[in-house]
């Protein structure tokens, strides 16, 4: 059973929508008490870094997300959730992640290196490079996802880029290390690839529930 986090800034409908399209049984809940029965957990977000962590904060959902993934059980960051198993963000001011993964998200300051201007947020469909091989990865092509953001990873640890894009810059879109894994596009948006990725993901849950 997959449990998705409700804690008033995740895109809930189009996640599930995926999870059932992928015959995944899933329950969308807010309290510690029942996510703790979850055999893999998807935390999406749309929106503030900083709004995020403060109602993730006031439901306890912070230390609960830290101590599942500290123990083994699979964690799963979509798109802003992806930002939040990081240090650190400078959005709205600073604010400090749940500090699973190395790494701080900036936002895109919207010039190139050669004076270009460029849209802020970057939207729309880019396609992946894959940089390592990885669970994740299994049976997956190079192909286009979506994307919405305003803000990206800058990590110095390689190792925690599993796939990158380019949009002005190298921006991390697939990130993890073991057990917990981030996209910053949105796999239940990306059409077969992003389906993919996600059964893959739920695969990686069964085979753990198994052993």
């Known amino acids: 059973m997959i449990g998705i986090v409700d804690y008033g800034m995740g895109n809930l409908f189009s996640v599930s929508k995926a999870l059932e399209r992928l015959g995944v049984k899933y329950f969308i809940s807010d309290q510690v008490s029942e996510l703790e029965k979850s055999d893999g957990i998807i935390l999406p977000g749309v929106g503030s870094f900083n709004d995020a962590m403060s109602l993730l904060k006031n439901k306890g959902l912070d230390?609960?997300?830290?101590?599942?993934?500290?123990?083994?059980?699979?964690?799963l960051g979509i798109c802003l959730g992806m930002q939040l198993l990081f240090e650190e963000s400078d959005e709205n001011g600073y604010s400090k992640g749940l500090s699973l993964l190395p790494g701080k998200i900036v936002r895109f300051n919207g010039t190139s290196e050669d004076g270009e201007a460029y849209k802020v947020p970057h939207m729309g469909w880019n396609k992946l490079k894959f940089n390592r091989e990885d669970a994740i990865l299994?049976?997956?092509?190079?192909?286009y996802v979506y994307?919405?953001?305003s803000y990206f990873l800058q990590s110095e640890?390689?190792?925690v880029n599993i796939a990158t894009t380019d949009?002005?810059?190298t921006v991390p879109a697939i990130v993890g290390k073991a057990n917990v894994i981030g996209m910053q596009f949105h796999p239940e948006k990306s059409s077969e690839l992003g389906m993919h990725l996600l059964k893959n993901y739920l695969q990686l849950v069964e085979a753990k529930v198994k052993a």
Request: proline fraction near 0%; glycine fraction near 8%; charge should be negative.
């Open 157 to 159: 640890d390689a190792d």
């Open 147 to 149: 994307f919405v953001h």
């Open 138 to 143: 299994k049976d997956c092509d190079e192909d």
């Open 63 to 75: 230390q609960f997300l830290v101590s599942y993934a500290n123990n083994g059980g699979y964690l």
């Open 167 to 169: 949009y002005y810059e």
